[in-house]
């Protein structure tokens, strides 16, 4: 089982802005030629294997290896429908994860019970966090985005709802993690991580939008910001980010 350790915050590298309109053929090919005798990181051979960590500032949420070339920053709200469209791009970054060329760090949001009613966003982030105490986030976040659209049909997401979609990650369901859910045990948690999804909103109190994806401490918007709802572009970007 993975555990889970608090994580220092990860320095950003170059804007990929730079990589996508300045072009750095001469800087890759020297840092290729640098590193053309080491050794390729074994890849994770499944998802179970990826490290799962809480970050020191108590709200990220990373998944990969620490030292992957490429960081990518999700901020997600669990009912929000373009989160649950952005998911069609998911593998490319998964693939790139087990590969170790790619971590990501989540911050998740839970405005969306305001803007439409009812708690649900509230009680998955919570549910989400205990599943990170279980060392199996990862496996019950894609849960979480394959059914969204059925549970905002049903109403949202309900502590019922949230327990049997954890029948479907072996091993979730415990004393524990049922215990975590039915109690909101991590409530500090989700009001911290809403307050740090606002924060990233600069002169807008209320937070960047969802999913907002932020590659090597540069947020994509304006025309690109639509190649991350398509896999080919989203894997796009992530190789420019790369070099």
Partial sequence: MRGI????A?????AIAVVMTAGCAQTALST????A?????VPYAVVGELPET??????????????????????????????DEFASGAPVLRSMTLRREARTEYTFASFRDDR???????KAVNALRAALEAGLFTEYHAVLLENMAKSERAGGYTNNSLLALADQVPGLRS????????????????VASEKAYEAAGGDDPRGPGT??????????TGARYGWLFEERSFGRLLRSARG
């Fill in 54 to 83: 809480l970050a020191a500032d108590g709200t990220t949420i990373v998944v990969g290896d620490p030292a992957a070339a490429t960081t990518v920053r999700l901020y997600e709200d669990p009912r929000c429908p373009y989160v």
């Fill in 10 to 14: 990860t320095p950003t590298v170059a």
């Fill in 211 to 220: 999913p907002t994806v932020v590659i090597n401490g540069t947020q994509i």
């Fill in 32 to 35: 290729n030629a640098k590193n």
């Fill in 37 to 41: 005798n080491t050794p390729r990181p």
């Fill in 5 to 8: 350790r608090a994580l220092a």
């Fill in 175 to 190: 004393e524990a993690f049922d215990s975590a859910v039915a109690t909101m045990k991590y409530s500090g948690f989700v």
């Fill in 116 to 122: 439409v009613g009812g708690d649900g966003s509230n």
